[in-house]
């Protein structure tokens, strides 16, 4: 069959063996394209998940199917923190795109969000191209600020916040910050004594390496180190991990199942049975993340 369609293609690189994967999106409308102060941002319209936002040609988020990424990491942070305490001060790092502040601020509990973007083109353009993402940028209880999430955090009142949420990107160039023991050690000054945290924890598949990076330091950090689950079919591999850690010993079972499923009722992944479910973790996941973290605790 003949193919005169555009196509974004995403080249998955290894350090050491070069490119050796692409990823194909279909194209048909280019919405916007624009180098900011940081990054190449792009917004492209295809027939299989919609709108796509891609930065430096890498896939964020698609219309379709963002809901996976924003409620998990979201949904799972809030509750296990609900069952340990209120939760009213939430902070999120990056997340530029607004589906996770959307998500956070389905809580009534919430009082305040400060959502730290370092790149102020992401928010504009997600605000205008990706609407249904970025809903929730009129929320008055939410503060947004385009800023270096690593400063803001090393300037963060101890104590503050009951949720922090770091949606980054790969721990690569400038990124790696976002991933070493000084970011992670502030993330958790600023955590309130009940507070948790929630990062997205790499490709099972493809980020090995950056993942027993990210998982040894957290455990250094923070002791206890949780991983969970999700599948997210537009990120490369399909399977997804993260990281949920508390200021010592949190057990992400402990949420009220009820109240859980009824603060995400409409939700299109989250429930609180995925949520447990998302913690069950095949031995190769298992032995790349939280026994990467244990035989690094302090
Ligand atoms: N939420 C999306 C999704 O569904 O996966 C993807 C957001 S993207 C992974 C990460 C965002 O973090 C980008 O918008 C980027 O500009 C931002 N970012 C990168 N480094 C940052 C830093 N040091 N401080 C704050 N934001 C940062």
Not at 15 to 36: M, T
Not at 100 to 109: F, I, M, N, P, T
Not at 118 to 136: H, M, Q, R
Not at 152 to 174: K, Q
């Amino acid at each position: 069959m003949s193919d005169d369609h555009t196509w974004i293609t995403e080249v998955n690189e290894d350090a050491e063996l070069g490119p050796r994967l692409k990823f194909g999106f279909r194209a048909d409308r280019e919405l916007y394209r624009g180098q900011s102060d940081f990054q190449e941002v792009v917004v492209a319209e295809g027939p299989a998940y919609g709108r796509m936002l891609f930065l430096d040609g890498y896939m964020m988020t698609t219309e379709r199917d963002e809901f996976v990424y924003h409620e998990m990491l979201s949904h799972t942070a809030v509750h296990v923190a609900k069952s340990r305490g209120p939760v009213r001060r939430v902070l999120i790092i990056g997340g530029g795109d607004g589906g996770l502040a959307r998500e956070v601020l389905r809580h009534d509990s919430v009082e305040h969000v400060d959502m730290v973007e370092i790149d102020a083109a992401v928010i504009e353009v997600s605000k205008e191209y990706l609407p249904t993402i970025g809903s929730a940028f009129d929320d008055p209880r939410l503060n947004v600020l385009a800023e270096d999430g690593n400063a803001f955090i090393h300037n963060a009142e101890p104590g503050t916040y009951d949720v922090i949420l770091i949606d980054s990107a790969d721990p690569v160039g400038p990124g790696i910050v976002l991933f070493q023991p000084p970011f992670y050690t502030a993330v958790r000054n600023a955590l309130t004594p009940h507070g948790v945290m929630a990062a997205q924890g790499m490709s099972p598949w493809l980020q090995r390496d950056g993942q027993r990076f990210m998982f040894g330091n957290l455990g250094e950090v923070f002791g206890q180190v949780h991983a969970f689950v999700a599948t997210i079919p537009t990120y490369p591999g399909g399977q997804w991990t993260f990281a949920l850690c508390a200021a010592g010993q949190v057990d992400p079972h402990g949420i009220d199942d009820a109240a859980a499923d009824a603060a995400t009722a409409g939700s299109h992944y989250y429930t609180a049975a995925v949520h447990h479910g998302a913690f069950a973790l095949p031995p190769f996941i298992r032995e790349n993340t939280v026994d990467v973290a244990l035989a690094r605790r302090g």
